[in-house]
């Protein structure tokens, strides 16, 4: 049985320094040890400018019903984040916070914008390339903002598997 990694950013920085790493982690939920191989990594404006050009590429028809939205990109899921949805923070690729488009009534207004975290390190360790990268976080992008319009994690699911 394979080793969890020590917690904290800094012991898995420590343990994972060279340019192609190997992590071997034990997922809480499952209970079985994953790989996690990652040759590239990005500074954050250059990962930021990937996620807006994501955000860019979504297609007019679903960009022109998006407002009060805002899109940010943190390293990692907060401890409080993670243990509110019960998960390992590496494991959170994003989060939609807000009032689902479908289930806005005609009163909805002067309210905070609706936000989507993109995390970086966790989607970082799951690509060996930028293009990999790319994908990835044109994925994740997509379901966050399939949140947005009201879609539940079973229905975006469903859906990535149709296509």
Known sequence: MAKPLPSGLDSIK?????????????????????????????????????????????????????????????????????ERLGKDPWSILGVYQGVPYNRRGPFYGNV???????????IEVRCSTEQEMRELVRRVTIHEIGHYFGFSDEELYRLEKEK
């Open 14 to 82: 420590s343990t994972c320094r060279a340019k192609l790493q190997v992590c071997i982690r034990e997922s809480k939920a499952k209970a079985l040890p994953y790989i996690i191989l990652s040759l590239e990594r990005l500074d954050s404006e250059t990962f930021l400018k990937l996620v807006e050009d994501e955000v860019n590429r979504i297609p007019d028809f679903f960009r022109s019903k998006i407002a009060n939205l805002q899109v940010m990109v943190l390293p990692i899921a907060p401890q409080e984040l993670a």
């Open 112 to 122: 905070l914008p609706d936000t989507i975290i993109i995390f970086q390190k966790p």
